[in-house]
């Protein structure tokens, strides 16, 4: 899909003021989740749901549920604010294996350490798109090559 996808929207009168840009390891593409997303407070009983986060959530408020929530989406309101990562990180630890996503200001540079915490995604809109383009997010999709870790491993 690509950037062929913002050059389509943007044709169409996709609105690029509203349109958000999901960035994965095969690059740009649209939305495909189409059941909206609860608020934390707001979660049905059951049912297989998707729920925003705050940067300032305990992860430990989902514990019990992690099971019937298919997307959960962790709010990133400044590219200097990191506190998402470690919500990622500690979902996954929790045994959270759904969708995760970061959305909002994440840039292209924090792409792989997005990878590494556990996001499967992330949901920029389509100004920071059009700043960073698909080919600056593309060189970090081989997040799993480039971390000290595996270097350090390798030395060994």
């Known amino acids: 899909m690509g950037s062929d996808y913002l050059q389509r929207e943007e044709a169409y009168g996709g609105g690029s003021e ?9 690059g740009f593409k649209p939305d495909d989740w189409t059941g909206g997303f609860a608020p934390l407070g707001d979660l049905p ?13 305990d992860p430990d408020a989902l514990a ?9 989406r962790v709010d990133f309101p400044s590219f200097a604010d990191g506190r998402g990562f470690t919500i990622a990180r500690r979902l996954r630890l929790m045994g959270y294996a759904g969708r995760l996503r ?12 997005a990878r590494r915490a556990g996001f499967d995604e992330v ?3 389509a100004e920071l798109a059009a700043r960073q383009p698909e080919d600056q997010w593309q060189a970090r999709a ?7 870790q595996s270097r350090l491993q390798r030395r060994a």
């Open 142 to 148: 081989d997040w799993g090559a480039h971390d000290y």
């Open 123 to 125: 949901e920029i809109g």
């Open 45 to 57: 009983a059951n049912g297989s749901v998707a729920v925003d986060l705050g940067p300032d959530t």
């Open 102 to 113: 970061a959305r909002g200001h994440v840039i292209a540079d924090q792409y792989a350490m």
């Open 64 to 72: 019990g549920r992690l099971n019937e929530i298919a997307l959960i």
């Open 18 to 26: 509203t349109m958000t840009v999901i960035v994965s390891d095969d």
